[in-house]
């Protein structure tokens, strides 16, 4: 029985933090498109969107120059 339910454990929580992640697909004004690993974290002092693209490079985007934030 303990054989078991330590594996058993370990397999929910790697899939609860699984689930945790959003990528998401940022679309700009001028039509590019930008992914992001996570959903993008607003800052209401800057009035920008912060967020990690794919490559691993933080960016920050002002709000005046995205039209949409999906998720993928």
Do not use: W
């Amino acid at each position: 029985m303990k054989k078991l339910l330590l594996p058993a454990l370990l397999l929910g929580a790697f899939a609860t933090l699984a689930g945790c992640s959003t990528p998401s697909l940022i679309t700009l004004n001028d039509g590019r498109e930008i992914q992001a690993v996570d959903a993008p974290h607003f800052d209401k002092d800057s009035g920008f969107y912060e967020f990690q693209q794919l490559d691993g490079k933080r960016t920050r985007i002002n709000r005046d120059q995205v039209r949409t934030i999906s998720d993928l």
